[in-house]
Every structure is written in C-alpha cells, then in structure tokens.
C-alpha cells in the first residue's frame, strides 16, 4: 500500500481563509483580534516559530504585539510583560514561545497568564477544563493533529490510537483530548514514552500512531501493521551541507519506507507544522469574539 499524502499546508490554507473572512467580519463590528507574542533568547528554531506565528497573524488580518526579548531577562521583567498584556484591551491571545532559557521559570509564567487570554492552552486552568470535557483553548499542536485526522476523513472513534511521547505540549493533552466521550473523539489511547518496555508491541497494534518524540526515526516500518495512519509531530534538525541553511527537517518517522506501509501520512515539513499556528489564529479569533460577548461554540 502507499499512503495518502495528508497535506497539512492545504488544510491549514482552507482553515486560514475561513478565518481571514472571519476576521473581516468582526472588524466591520470594530473588534479586531490581538495576539501579544513573546520570545526570549536566541533559540534558531524558536526564532523562526514565532516569525512564522506573526507573519500568519498579519496574513489575515489579526494584530500582534511582538516581543523579543535577551536571554539575559529576569523572571521579573518577563511577568512584567504579561501583566501588561493581561490588561491590555487589545490583546485577546498572549504567547509565551516555548521553551524558556535556563534559569527561567515556565511554570509561573504559564501560570501568570490571564486563562481567558491563554490561547496555546497551557494555563491549568484551561488544562483542568480540557481533561474534563469543558469549553476550553484547546493546545494548538494537538487539536492541529484532530483537524487533520477529521479533514482527512479518518475514523478516530474507536480507534487504538498510540501516541509515542509525553510531553505537556503533544502527548499529555492530545491523550485527554482523543479519550473524551465527543466526536472526533472516542478513541482508545496508549502513551508511550522512554521507559516503555515494547514499543513495537504497542505500535503495532495501532490504527492511528502518532510520533511525538523529538527524534529521528523513532517510528519505522517494521513497527507498524499495514494500513496504518502516521501522524509525524517530529521537527528535527538534521545537518545536510547540500541545503542552503546547512540542514534539513525531518520528523520522527521514517517517512520514505513507511508511506510504503500506511494508509495516510504527514509529511515534515508541511504536515503538522502550519497546523500548528492555524489553531493559534483560531484560538485567537475565539478569544476576541469571547471578549466582545459573541457566542462561540
Ligand atoms: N514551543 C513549541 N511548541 C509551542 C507551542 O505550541 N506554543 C508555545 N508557546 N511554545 C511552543
């Protein structure tokens, strides 16, 4: 069997119109939703994520507060900052880009941040809604996976889902998101993670595996049955003198041998990735409507 190709780029274009209509709507009513971004340090891959994430605001028409700051600032200066934004009218979505320099304390800056402005759904606040079935900003990662899963017209009710990883970002809330008694839901899940005994036990069993790692060729081949859907949340750095920038991408699954095996696929790049920033701008635009007392369901 070769997979069907999940073209992420697209799906996120198709959402990306609807939200830019959306926006146009709301600016005739006076809203215009914001978006205050910071970034502290010099991190590469960081830097190009959040120039990603303001490039795409711009594109449709949501107004961004960007912030770079030294690797040098103190946790006071970064609290400052989101107190700020926090009572800042015209900013609906605050986000703190991930991870922080050492010496920096992430968990009380996510704590620091307004919920009703938490739009990468990290407070836990919305954490705790999310796990029991409440409205919620949903994290964008995993909730960019579920879209790409329904648009794709993949069955998740019912599904072995396997999801290789447990970060806080990827595999902790995306587990709680695909258990919930809702649709595109319903699924029965296995985390697996650096101390699991038999991954290939696991994923071989799967209909749906989701790689979440953060290393090269976590997921083979030989891991998986025939017909499998591979969801490759994996950006990795791989160093390539033939590229320009000295690199290439490349997720955790063996992509070349495995779309041989699968019935669909995301590439990397071009998978989950510009989901990813699609359901930052939807939060966003949820966020705004949310303040300006218009219904969102
Ligand atoms: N770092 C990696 N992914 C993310 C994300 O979705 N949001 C934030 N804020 N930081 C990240």
């Keep these: 069997m070769t997979a069907q190709i999940i073209d992420g780029k697209q799906v996120a274009a198709d959402m990306r119109v609807e939200l830019k209509e959306e926006v146009a709507k709301l600016k005739e009513k ?3 939703p914001g978006l205050g971004v910071i970034l502290v340090g010099e991190d590469p891959a960081s830097k190009s994520y959040v120039t990603a994430k303001e490039r795409a605001c711009e594109n449709i028409g949501i107004y961004s507060d960007n912030n770079r700051l030294s690797a040098e600032t103190s946790q ?31 968990a009380e800056v996510l704590l620091a941040i307004d919920p009703a402005k938490d739009v990468d759904g990290f407070h836990p606040v919305n954490v705790g809604k999310m796990v029991v079935g409440e409205k919620a900003f949903l994290p964008c990662t995993p909730h960019g996976v579920i879209q790409l899963l329904k648009r794709s ?57 989701i790689a979440a790692a953060g290393r090269p060729n976590t997921v083979t081949a030989d891991m998986l049955k025939e017909g499998v ?69």
Excluded at 185 to 209: Q, W
Excluded at 259 to 286: D, H, Q, R
């Design 76 to 106: 006071e200066e970064l609290m400052a900052l989101v107190e700020k934004m926090n009572k800042d009218p015209k900013i609906n979505g605050i986000l703190v880009q991930l991870l922080l320099p050492k010496g920096l304390n992430e």
């Design 30 to 32: 006076g809203i215009v």
């Design 229 to 297: 859907v591979v969801i490759d949340v994996g950006v990795n750095r791989i160093e390539d003198a033939t590229k320009k920038k000295g690199y290439r991408l490349v997720g955790d699954v063996d992509f070349e041998a495995v779309k041989e095996k699968a019935s669909f696929i995301t590439p990397v790049p071009g998978g989950v990735g510009p989901m990813t920033i699609t359901m930052l701008l939807y939060n966003t635009v949820e966020s705004a409507k949310r303040a300006a007392g218009i219904e969102v369901d």
């Design 153 to 209: 017209g993949v069955t998740i009710e019912g599904a072995e889902v396997v999801i290789v990883g447990r970060s806080n970002i990827v595999g902790k809330p995306l587990a709680n998101m695909l258990i919930q008694k809702k649709p595109n839901a319903n699924a029965t899940v296995t985390v697996c993670h650096t101390r699991t005994k038999d991954l290939t036990y696991h994923t071989k069993r799967a209909d749906i595996v």
